[in-house]
T-cell receptor
Framework: DGGITQSPKYLFRKEGQNVTLSCEQNLNHDAMYWYRQDPGQGLRLIYYSQIVNDFQKGDIAEGYSVSREKKESFPLTVTSAQKNPTAFYLC???????????FGNGTRLTVT | KQEVTQIPAALSVPEGENLVLNCSFTDSAIYNLQWFRQDPGKGLTSLLLIQSSQREQTSGRLNASLDKSSGRSTLYIAASQPGDSATYLCAVYNAGGTSYGKLTFGQGTILTVHP
């Protein structure tokens, strides 16, 4: 079955710690995206990658970092510099930029 | 900067009703518009994608229309069922301006279909 896998589903961290969220896809898609979803605010783009070894900042990249060393994988690190990290994080991919997006089931991060 | 607005924010209807969800966007320079469904605590599922050159797309009981010049799209759901209860989001893929090459999402419409 082709799809996008995000792990873990729930993640708890203490303030000041970095944490990495995993996103893996076996759809052979070139483009991958990270979104953050907060209640009442819709989805906001954190980072996106149109091809391996390349990525671009989205609208709210501060306090986050990514890598795209393999086509299938696009991990997101939430650093201690992110002021309000508690949120629902969604990873998505598309065959090429602009085509239909496929989403993972998300990771809910809670930082206390 | 592109802004996407969805109206209404929430909608509750009895089973069997036909309903319309609205999406408007401020910049008509778009490549396409996508409609998604999100169940609580889950990711988004793509429902329909309309290219900027198209007027509408249909999938089963769903029909989405696009009027690019006026910056509007509607999602029509026929004969609604309780299983349609979810949040529906629209997103535009931007072809110009500061949002070029990015998807901009609306905040969603929470739909409840009661038996």
């Amino acid at each position: 079955d082709g799809g996008i896998t995000q792990s873990p589903k729930y993640l708890f961290r203490k303030e000041g710690q970095n944490v990495t969220l995993s996103c893996e896809q076996n759809l052979n898609h070139d483009a991958m995206y990270w979104y953050r979803q907060d209640p009442g605010q819709g989805l906001r783009l954190i980072y996106y990658s149109q091809i391996v070894n390349d990525f671009q900042k989205g609208d709210i990249a501060e306090g986050y970092s990514v890598s795209r060393e393999k086509k299938e994988s696009f991990p997101l690190t939430v650093t201690s510099a992110q002021k309000n990290p508690t949120a629902f994080y969604l990873c998505a991919s598309s065959l090429t930029p602009g085509q239909a997006l496929h989403f993972g089931n998300g990771t809910r991060l809670t930082v206390t | 900067k592109q802004e996407v607005t969805q109206i209404p924010a929430a909608l509750s209807v009895p089973e069997g009703e036909n309903l319309v969800l609205n999406c408007s966007f401020t910049d008509s320079a778009i490549y396409n518009l996508q409609w998604f469904r999100q169940d609580p605590g889950k990711g988004l599922t793509s429902l329909l994608l309309i290219q900027s050159s198209q007027r509408e797309q249909t999938s089963g009981r769903l029909n989405a229309s696009l009027d690019k010049s006026s910056g509007r799209s509607t999602l029509y759901i026929a004969a609604s069922q309780p299983g349609d209860s979810a949040t529906y989001l629209c997103a535009v893929y931007n072809a110009g301006g500061t949002s070029y090459g990015k998807l901009t999402f609306g905040q969603g419409t929470i739909l409840t279909v009661h038996p």
